[in-house]
């Protein structure tokens, strides 16, 4: 296993470099940041931890610029499950039921290729396994999603409404759209 910061929230400055430095992962659910924040931190996490604090929330682009492998998460059964919600929020960063509001920290959102390694090869290399899990590979364990559209294409507010078409887990399907 290796070491890492989970429910990273609030990095200062000093720090950023430290993460890629020691090695240390940043753990974050971007589901956070878009459902229980506000960009103009009146909700009661900013309000609690204070504007400076709240000013530098889910800095996702700062640590992954700094070399920093970032991890993402859904915190689940404290925040919603879904990995394409998870995805879609590290790179719009507003609340899914309410794409209307203004994004919390828009310079700190992921690219699409960002978010979906954030996903699957990041968890894989922090739970130690990224000679066999994390991607699509000969000798890894056949851990798959297809979905009706390309997660790297598809615009973020769409992504969380993109449907399952097959999923499996070490190579035996567990989910078959009936018309796959």
Request: charged share 25%; proline share 8%.
């Amino acid at each position: 296993m290796r070491h890492r910061v989970e429910h990273i929230e609030t990095v200062p400055d000093d720090t950023l470099r430290r993460f890629a430095e020691l090695g240390v992962l940043a753990s974050m659910q971007p589901t956070h940041c878009c459902d229980f924040t506000r960009a103009d931190h009146t909700d009661n996490w900013s309000r609690r931890l204070g504007e400076e604090r709240a000013a530098r929330a889910w800095r996702c682009r700062d640590l992954s610029d700094s070399g920093a492998t970032v991890v993402l998460g859904s915190d689940w059964p404290i925040a919603p499950f879904p990995p394409l919600g998870v995805m879609a929020g590290a790179r719009h960063r507003r609340p899914t039921r309410d794409l209307g509001q203004a994004p919390h920290g828009p310079e700190q959102a992921l690219t699409p290729l960002e978010a979906l390694r954030g996903l699957t090869t990041a968890p894989a290399y922090a739970a130690g396994e990224e000679h066999e899990a994390g991607r699509l590979a000969v000798g890894y364990r056949a851990d798959l999603t297809v979905l009706a559209a390309d997660p790297l294409t598809t615009p973020s507010t769409e992504l969380p409404d993109v449907p399952v078409r097959l999923t499996t887990v070490s190579g035996r399907v567990t989910f078959r759209a009936t018309d796959v």
